[in-house]
C-alpha cells in the first residue's frame, strides 16, 4: 500500500538520522537537505538509494538534484512510488 | 589434419610479489587551494584526501613503472629474464604508440618479453592480473608482470573545484606466477558503456590538430559527475564484490583483507557498511595520503598494507576496481 505524506516524512527522517545523524524532530517539509540538515551531495545519494528501498520507488540521477528539500523529496515519493 | 600440440601452463595462478612507487613531491590540500575556491574541511569530509604525490619530470610513467617493478621482482624472489610478458594499465601514458610496456620491459633487463599496454581505468589492475593469470595457466608465460601506473596530475584541471583535489600519481606492480593451489579466485568483470559519460576525458587529442576548426582553450582533463559515480560505485559495485566473493567461495567472515580501488574515502567507507564487512576484516585507506591513482591504486595499497604489517602474506583479500567505462573487475586473491 502507497505511504502516506506523514508516513514518508517520517520514513525521510529516520533514514537522514541514521545516514547523517540529524535529530529526528529536525527533518520537517520546509527543511533543505544541504542548508538545514548538513546532508552532503555524497550522504543525499545516501539518503535516496535508502528511500528508493523503503518506498519502492525509482530515483533517477537526473532527478536527485531537484530534491532541494524534504517537502521535494516527499512529493517525488508521494507522485512516483508503485 | 595434423595435429597442434597445446601449451602446457601451470595448475594454478597466484601474485607472488608486490610493488610500488610514490613520486617524491607531497602535495598537500593547501597547495590545491590556490587554484580553486574551497576549504582543506571541505575537501577531507568528500574525499578524506589530506595529501597526494605528483610526479616531477623525471618521474615519468617508465620511470615509476620500473622502480615499483623492481621491487615487485625482488618480492617475487625471481629474476627479470623469467618474466615471460609485461602489462601495463594506464590512461595518463601521453606517446601511445609504441606501448610504454616494451620499455619498460626492455630496461628491466627481461629475454624479450611480450609487452603490451592495455586501458581500463581504474578498472585496469584487475583486468591486468584476469589476463596475466590466463597467461601463466594457458602457459604462454611462466611469469607476468602486471602494473598499474598513472599521471593523473598531468590530466587534471586544476581550476575545476569537484576534481582538483583528488588525482594523484604512482606505480604499482605486482608479478603473477605458478601455483599449486588456487590464489587467484574467478573475476566477476563487466563494464556499462552506457554510463560512459559519468567518467571521461573532456575533449580527445585530435581537436589539438593542426587545422582542427576548434582547439580547445584547455588541456584535456578528467571530469566526473560526483553523484551518479558515486552511487554506481557504493550500491552497485558491493554487489559485483559479493559476487566475486561468492564466486571464489569465501564468505566476508573469512575474508582478511579489503582492497577497494582507492577513489575516495567516502565512497570506501560506504561499501564496506553496504558490504557489511565485519570489523576483523582490515580496509585499505590509501586513498587518505595517495590521491586516486585509477590503475595504480590497488596495488599501491596493497603494498602499503604488507609494508605496514596491517596486512600479511597469505591472507585473503578482496580487490575491486572500478572507473571509467564505466569498467570494473573484482576478485578474491591470497596476499603474496
Not at chain 2, 222 to 236: K, L
Amino acid at each position: 500500500m502507497a505511504a502516506t505524506q506523514e508516513e514518508i516524512v517520517a520514513g525521510l527522517a529516520e533514514i537522514v538520522n541514521e545516514i547523517a545523524g540529524i535529530p529526528v524532530e529536525d527533518v520537517q517539509m520546509d527543511k533543505s537537505f544541504t542548508d538545514d540538515l548538513d546532508v552532503d551531495s555524497l550522504s543525499m545519494v545516501e539518503v535516496v538509494v535508502a528511500a528508493e528501498e523503503r518506498f519502492d520507488v525509482k530515483i533517477p540521477d537526473d532527478d536527485v538534484k531537484n530534491l532541494k528539500t524534504v517537502g521535494d523529496a516527499t512529493d517525488y515519493i508521494l507522485k512516483h512510488q508503485s | 589434419m595434423s595435429k597442434i600440440k597445446p601449451s602446457k601452463g601451470a595448475p594454478y595462478a597466484r601474485i607472488l610479489g608486490v610493488g610500488g612507487y610514490r613520486p617524491t613531491r607531497v602535495v598537500p590540500n593547501e597547495v590545491i587551494l590556490e587554484t580553486i575556491d574551497s576549504s582543506d574541511e571541505w575537501i577531507r569530509s568528500r574525499s578524506g584526501i589530506t595529501t597526494r604525490h605528483w610526479a616531477n619530470d623525471e618521474e615519468t610513467v617508465a620511470a615509476m613503472s620500473l622502480e615499483a617493478s623492481g621491487k615487485a621482482i625482488a618480492d617475487a624472489g625471481i629474476t627479470p629474464q623469467q618474466i615471460g610478458a609485461v602489462v601495463v594499465s594506464t590512461v595518463s601514458h601521453f606517446k601511445q604508440t609504441p606501448a610504454v610496456a616494451t620499455e619498460i620491459a626492455d630496461k628491466l633487463g627481461t629475454d624479450r618479453a611480450a609487452a603490451f599496454d592495455i586501458s581500463a581505468g581504474c578498472a585496469g589492475f584487475g583486468y591486468a592480473l584476469t589476463l596475466a593469470k590466463g597467461m601463466v595457466v594457458e602457459g604462454s608465460a611462466e611469469y607476468v608482470l602486471v602494473i598499474g601506473v598513472e599521471r593523473l596530475s598531468d590530466l587534471t584541471d586544476l581550476q575545476d573545484r569537484k576534481t582538483a583535489f583528488l588525482f594523484g600519481d604512482g606505480a604499482g606492480a605486482a608479478v603473477v606466477g605458478p601455483s599449486k593451489e588456487p590464489a587467484i579466485g574467478p573475476t566477476v568483470w563487466g563494464s556499462e558503456g552506457d554510463k560512459s559519460e559519468t567518467i571521461k576525458q573532456t575533449v580527445p587529442w585530435t581537436d589539438y590538430r593542426e587545422g582542427a576548426a576548434h582547439r580547445p582553450e584547455k588541456f584535456p582533463a578528467i571530469t566526473q559527475e560526483g553523484q551518479a559515480v558515486f552511487r554506481w560505485a557504493v550500491f552497485e559495485m558491493a554487489k559485483v564484490a559479493q559476487q566475486a566473493l561468492d564466486a571464489a567461495g569465501i564468505t566476508a567472515a573469512e575474508l582478511d583483507v579489503f582492497i577497494p580501488h582507492q577513489a575516495n574515502m567516502r565512497i570506501i567507507d560506504s561499501m564496506v557498511k553496504t558490504l557489511k564487512l565485519p570489523e576483523s576484516v582490515t580496509v585499505a585507506r590509501d586513498v587518505e595520503t595517495t590521491g586516486n591513482t585509477s590503475a595504480a591504486s590497488i596495488p599501491l595499497a596493497m603494498e602499503r598494507l604488507l609494508a605496514t604489517g596491517e596486512a600479511k602474506s597469505g591472507d585473503t583479500a578482496l580487490v575491486i576496481g572500478f572507473g571509467a567505462g564505466l569498467a570494473y573487475a573484482a576478485t578474491v586473491v591470497t596476499l603474496p
